[in-house]
């Protein structure tokens, strides 16, 4: 006859303390709503001084449109040529690799997700686009085309100045950025970990159909002398 098992027995091991993650915090605690929106807004800042970048690029990439006056009018050079809506196209495609980088950078950081994170991303995006946009036109051929004319003189060639027709464009960025992020997140972000079932020590153990020292067979087993013989 054995004694009651109690939570002091010798076999009971205690649950393992868990693992602080990369900041310092267990891994099953979220984080706190103060650290979530000052993560958001470092990334919605560092997310959007990007554009400046962005706008640099798009100004030496993008084509440029070639004019001509004859002194009383302006007109296209070539006017069959797709200079016009290759600025478009640039800004499109830029911000569809800037939106890739920005998002794996930002998982790089914080190896999580989190809505702040996500909104933070999100909001940059948006105003990198727009910084992007508007740093890229401040900084191309003047707006004022009439006078751009007087200046060069007639029948001199110069160029129009750099715009963004399609505003769809500036979406690409961001919306980039969040698919990327998503893919990042769903592909090689943490799981949630699955609870391991234990004996706390208070309940009883499942019992055992073999007890220690009960070497008889079961009534089917072949070798119990008391089973009879079948013809």
Not at 60 to 84: R, T
Request: proline share 13%; aromatic share 8%.
């Amino acid at each position: 006859m054995t004694a009651p098992l109690t939570p002091h027995d010798h076999d009971q091991q205690p649950p393992n303390p868990p693992v602080p993650d990369e900041h310092g915090g267990a891994p099953d605690e979220r984080p706190s709503l103060g650290r979530e929106l000052r993560d958001g807004g470092i990334v919605a800042a560092a997310v959007a001084v990007c554009g400046v970048l962005f706008g640099l690029l798009w100004v030496w990439l993008a084509p440029q449109v070639p004019l001509i006056s004859d002194g009383s009018a302006v007109y296209l050079k070539n006017s069959e040529g797709e200079q016009a809506i290759g600025a478009d196209g640039w800004f499109a495609l830029m911000g569809l690799g800037f939106g890739v980088l920005t998002a794996a950078a930002v998982f790089l950081w914080r190896r999580a997700g989190g809505v702040a994170i996500v909104v933070g991303l999100a909001v940059g995006a948006v105003l990198g686009s727009l910084i992007a946009w508007r740093l890229g036109v401040w900084l191309g051929p003047t707006q004022n085309v009439v006078a751009h004319a007087k200046a060069v003189g007639p029948n001199k060639v110069f160029y129009a100045p750099l715009e963004l027709r399609a505003k769809g464009a500036l979406l690409a960025w961001p919306v980039a950025a969040m698919a990327a992020f998503l893919a990042l997140t769903s592909a090689f972000g943490p799981r949630e970990p699955h609870p391991q079932p234990h004996w706390d020590g208070w309940s009883a153990p499942p019992p055992n159909p073999h007890p220690q020292g009960d070497t008889t067979p079961p009534p089917d087993h072949p070798d119990r002398p008391d089973r009879p013989d079948h013809p």
